[in-house]
């Protein structure tokens, strides 16, 4: 089966860049997305296929996808971006998630 | 769109655990309907997927207890999970899968529904 790896949990400080990785085989040879997940929420989608915002997410979002490493990266990060992220993409036609991790602003 | 997750909330174990999903909105028809759980335990997890025309693409770790079903009449689809056990504890998820070429992802959930699987 195929895994992607991601960091449990990150910090960074309100206005800095937080930058979450996922990691799997050849992930650069697949399309990855990303959601936000706020406690008690359901899962928002940030960033599809790669580098794709939909509308509405802020400009601060932003994905890239490279060799073995997906990158997700929220620029001058907020409060309201303390969240849970997950990365996923489709592996042989099935849906594989990342374990998640969990962005703490402070 | 949006989506709702319908069902009971307590299921014995070796019994079906069955949601419903009713989509409004949008249309149903000419898309991926999903359904996704989240445990403590394991994360995020695809249980499958079914087009509105009926067919269907399920988690292979789950294919032989799953079956998925669609009524675009009601703008609903389902899913009935066989034998179900205390693993099968989660938080129960649909979602609208947007399917391209070498890309899967899912644009719009529902707001999740707790499932309890316990005598």
């Known amino acids: 089966s195929y895994d992607l790896t991601q960091p449990p949990s990150l910090s960074v400080s309100p206005g800095q860049t937080a930058s979450i990785t996922c990691s799997g085989d050849?992930?650069?040879?697949?399309?990855a997305s990303w959601y936000q997940q706020r406690p008690g929420q359901s899962p928002v989608l940030v960033i599809y296929?790669?580098?794709e915002r939909p509308s509405g997410i802020p400009e601060r979002f932003s994905g890239s996808n490279s060799g073995n490493t997906a990158t997700l990266t929220i620029s001058g990060t907020q409060a309201m971006d303390e969240a849970d992220y997950y990365c996923q993409a489709w592996d042989s036609r099935l849906v594989v998630f990342g374990g998640g991790t969990k962005l703490t602003v402070l | 769109v949006q989506l709702q997750e319908s069902g009971p909330g307590l299921v014995k174990p070796s019994e079906t655990l069955t949601l419903t999903c009713s989509v409004s909105?949008?249309?149903?028809?000419?898309?991926?309907w999903s359904w996704i759980r989240q445990s403590p335990g394991k994360g995020l997890e695809c249980i499958g997927s079914i087009y509105y025309s009926g067919n269907t693409n399920y988690n292979p770790s789950l294919k032989s207890r799953v079956t998925m079903s669609v009524d675009t009449s009601k703008t609903q689809f389902s899913l009935k999970l066989s034998s179900v056990t205390t693993a099968d504890t989660a938080l129960y998820y649909c979602a609208r899968a947007i399917v391209a070429v070498g890309s899967s992802y899912f644009d719009s959930w529902g707001q999740g529904t707790q499932v309890t699987v316990s005598s």
């Open positions: 296929q790669d580098r």
């Open positions: 909105g949008g249309s149903i028809s000419n898309h991926w």
């Open positions: 050849k992930l650069g040879d697949k399309y």
